[in-house]
Each structure stands twice: as structure tokens, then as C-alpha cells.
């Protein structure tokens, strides 16, 4: 088995919880700001050499070094490959601009401690090469939501979903630990097995997945739980929780690796279920008229496009799957950075307004949410455009009658985002009469190197692809193999 060079993914996973203890300790918000931004910056750098480091080995399995692997037969509990390379660095990334970008009124210790502890698991839950390591990042990760104040708006359902997904994600893993005993596996909880069982139980344990999937994905009929997360005081941490796509992750990980029989006949339904809630939820957003329930419908609706692409286990599909994960994460960052800067300025919702105007004193903002917000759709020019063209060819290949309802609901989505900024920025602006200050120099220089990110990859896709290539040849080998006979 191939190593990294270093602990680097331990020290990853220990370097936010290690910034959340001085956030406790400290008085001072904006210093434990920095810290935590000092962090997550080093963690990220460290992720992006993991990352130089799986690139370099093709896209193959790179396990943390030898003294530190313990228990499970002496396998490692964190690995790095191609399927997990890119999310780990992406999302330290986002966090890192969501750090820099919040609005000081959000900055204290309860929100620090939070994301720092949600940034660990998620990326322990990546890393994870064993079910029991992913099993504790998944229910850590939805903690800060859980544990909310009780005056927040939709935390109740929102809750609900999120405990059911974590429910369903145990069940499975105890179905997959006693099938692979019984299979005589000497490590039944590892990832990198592949076909545990064909059993009854196996089958069992398969409609678990894929039901902890749904739930944390918000796919219908649980997609108002992305609403209910978006009607929270502030909207930075739901944000985090639903761009880390952990139920996507989890299809591809574990259930399509582990089951890729009972998967063959399986995600053409789950895939048609994913394009219902993308087309469903772009509808719904017709009726909408507050701009985080807006959102919340439009990210809904593009994450399960995302799902539906990697359902159709086809190159095209996967790969554009892959890479609108990457558009999505990063744009829909920064959407919910504006917005919620946006409401600090206003210093209140923005429920009754017409068109706002706020583009006459806030164009920097504007900009940043003009950009990002076409780049979900495609906008050519941008890393959208590849991703979105290789996602509908996928879809629409694998899915020849049903898969029409994805193109419409992205021409529902554009909508959308343009009716957003249209009634954000556009019009007279009579609310702030143009006092407002426009972007921090902080706030430009993260959402700017957001942008330059989105045209920089739009500008060279081939660079992108080539970075997933390995973990999308590697989906449709699982999905295109028979299940492993049983002893």
C-alpha cells in the first residue's frame, strides 16, 4: 500500500479542532478569527499537497504512514485518492473564504467553534478508509445544526432529517459489518472492500445508504429541510453543512464500491428521483419571493442534478457531476456571502422589498453575485460551462425521456438567479439611499479569488477534468463490474 510522505491528513483533521480550543479559550472574537483563518489556511496548503501528492500517483489509494495505522488489522483509518482528493481541499478552501468574508456581527465563539468543528468531521468523514471514522464524521458534522439555539427559525424539521440520515448511515454500517463477518472478511468495516454480500441483508444495508444519502441530500420529499436550514439567524454555517455534499460522497464511496450489483439496478431509480427533485424544486422556486428561500430551491435543485449525473455511472455523466460539485461548492459560497453581507448592511431581512437597487452603492457585491450565480448555470467562460454541458449529455444519455427535465430545470435555475440580482441590485435604491459601504478589502480578496477560480478553470476545463479523470474512471469500472461471489 502506498503512503503519503507525512501525517498530513491527521494533521488536517486536528488543526480546526486545535483552533477551536483557542477560540474557547479567548476573549477576543477577531483574534480567534484570525487564528482559525491561520488554520485553515495551513490545512488547506497541507490538503493541496495531498492532493499534488494522489495526482502524482494517478489517482491511486495513499494511506496515512504506517506508525500510525492502528487496530482494523493494521490498515489505515485516513486515505487519499482520487475521489477524495479534490472535495477535502475544496471544502477547507470554502471554509477559509467563509471565515475571511463573515460579517463581524456573526464572528463569536459559538459560530468559530462550530464551523471549525464541522470543518473536522467533514473532512474526517472525506478521509475516512474505514466505515466506523466516517460513521462518527457524518453525525459530528451535523452537530452545530442540531445544537442551535431553539429560537432559530426551521431547526426543528431541518433536525429531524439530519438525525434520520445519521439513524440510516448506523443501521448500514451495522448490515455491513455483520455481512462481512459473515462473509469471513477479516476487515468488514473497511472501504476498500468491494462487493460485501448479495444477501438479503446486503440489500438491506444498501436501501440504508441510500436513504442517509437522500436525507442529507434533501432530496424529495425532504427537500424543504434545505429551506428550514437557510431560515437560520445566520447563514454561513447551514451553508457549510449543505456544500459539503456528504450524501453524494457516500453513494460514491461506499454504495456503489460495496454493492455494485444491487447499484446497477438501483441508481437508474434513485437517478430518476434526483432529476424529479432538481426539476421540482426549480417549479417550487417560482412561487418564492424571499432571496435565501430562492437560494435554498436553486442549490436543492443543483445538488441533485448532481446526483442524477453520477446515477447514470457513465463517463459524461460522472465527470460533469464531479465538476459541477466544484462550481456549486465555490459559487454558491459566495452567493451566501453576499447575501448575508447584504443583510448585515441593510440590517434586516429582506422580506416586502421590490427591486432594492443596492448596485449604485454596493457594485463590488453585485459583481460577485452576477458572476457566481450565472457560473451554477453555465455561463460560458466560466468552469460552469464544461461542467453543465457534461452533465446534460450524461443525463440526458443515460435518461432519454426523463432526462429533458434537467435542461428545464436549469433554464429554471438561471431564472432564478437572475430574478435574485435583479432584486437585490437593480432598481432605485430607496432603502440604504446609497450609504452603504460596498466589499470589505477582506471580502474582496476572498470572493475575488473565488471568481478567478471559476474563469481561470472555465478558461482551461481540461485541467479540472484531468485532476478527476482518475476517480471517474474508477466510478464507472464499480458500476460497470458484477458483484464479488460469495465463499
Given amino acids: ?200 441483508g446486503g440489500a ?23 429551506v428550514a436550514l437557510f431560515e437560520s439567524n445566520s447563514l454561513l454555517l447551514p451553508a457549510l453543512l449543505v456544500n459539503s455534499h456528504l450524501g453524494i460522497f457516500l453513494i460514491a464511496r461506499v454504495a456503489m464500491p460495496f454493492f455494485p450489483g444491487i447499484a446497477a439496478d438501483a441508481l437508474p431509480w434513485l437517478g430518476g428521483l434526483a432529476l424529479l427533485t432538481a426539476l421540482y424544486t426549480a417549479v417550487l422556486g417560482l412561487a418564492e419571493r424571499e432571496p435565501r428561500r430562492v437560494l435554498a430551491m436553486l442549490i436543492t435543485s443543483q445538488s441533485s442534478a448532481i446526483l442524477a449525473g453520477l446515477a447514470t455511472a457513465s463517463h459524461e455523466g460522472i465527470g460533469g457531476a464531479l465538476l459541477q460539485w466544484i462550481v456549486l461548492v465555490v459559487s454558491s459560497t459566495v452567493l451566501i456571502a453576499v447575501i448575508r453581507s447584504l443583510e448585515v448592511r441593510v440590517d434586516g431581512a429582506f422580506d416586502g422589498y421590490g427591486f432594492m437597487g443596492l448596485a449604485s452603492s454596493m457594485p463590488r457585491l453585485a459583481v460577485f453575485f452576477a458572476i457566481s450565480g450565472l457560473t451554477i448555470v453555465g455561463l460560458p467562460g466560466t468552469l460552469g460551462f464544461p461542467g453543465e454541458d457534461l452533465l446534460l449529455h450524461g443525463v440526458l444519455a443515460g435518461y432519454p425521456g426523463w432526462g429533458a427535465a434537467l435542461p428545464v430545470a436549469i433554464a429554471l435555475n438561471a431564472y432564478h438567479a437572475f430574478r435574485l440580482f435583479a432584486r437585490l441590485f437593480l432598481g432605485k435604491d430607496g432603502l440604504t439611499q446609497n450609504t452603504a459601504r460596498d466589499a470589505l478589502p477582506r471580502e474582496r480578496w476572498a470572493l475575488s479569488a473565488c471568481l478567478v477560480f471559476l474563469v481561470l478553470g472555465g478558461l482551461t476545463p481540461q485541467n479540472v477534468v484531468s485532476i478527476q479523470a482518475p476517480a471517474t474512471n474508477s466510478l464507472v469500472r464499480n458500476a460497470e463490474s458484477s458483484p464479488v461471489p460469495q465463499p
Fill in 204 to 226: 438491506w444495508a444498501f436501501v440504508f445508504l441510500v436513504l442517509a444519502a437522500i436525507l442529507r441530500e434533501r432530496i424529495f420529499p425532504f427537500h424543504r429541510a434545505t
Fill in 1 to 200: 500500500m502506498s503512503e503519503l510522505q507525512a501525517p498530513i491528513l491527521t494533521i488536517c483533521i486536528a488543526l480546526p479542532l486545535a483552533a477551536a480550543v483557542v477560540a474557547v479559550r479567548t476573549k477576543a472574537d477577531l483574534y480567534a478569527r484570525n487564528i482559525s483563518a491561520g488554520a485553515m489556511a495551513l490545512t488547506l496548503l497541507l490538503l493541496l499537497e495531498v492532493l499534488r501528492e494522489v495526482s502524482a500517483a494517478g489517482g491511486r489509494m495513499l494511506a496515512e504512514p504506517r506508525i500510525l495505522r492502528m487496530f482494523d488489522g493494521g490498515g489505515a483509518w485516513l486515505m487519499a485518492d482520487g475521489l477524495n482528493a479534490v472535495p477535502m481541499a475544496l471544502f477547507a478552501a470554502v471554509t477559509l473564504v467563509t471565515l475571511i468574508a463573515a460579517p463581524r456581527r456573526d464572528i463569536n465563539r459559538r459560530f468559530l467553534i462550530s464551523l471549525l468543528t464541522l470543518t473536522s468531521a467533514t473532512l474526517a468523514a472525506y478521509a475516512a478508509s474505514n466505515l466506523l471514522v466516517f460513521l462518527v464524521g457524518w453525525i459530528v458534522a451535523v452537530l452545530p445544526a442540531l445544537l442551535r439555539p431553539a429560537a432559530e427559525r426551521g431547526r426543528r424539521f431541518a433536525g429531524l432529517v439530519l438525525v434520520a440520515s445519521a439513524i440510516s448511515l448506523v443501521a448500514a454500517v451495522i448490515l455491513i459489518g455483520l455481512a462481512g463477518i459473515k462473509a469471513g472478511v477479516a476487515a468488514p468495516l473497511s472501504i476498500n472492500i468491494s462487493g460485501v454480500t448479495n444477501s438479503a
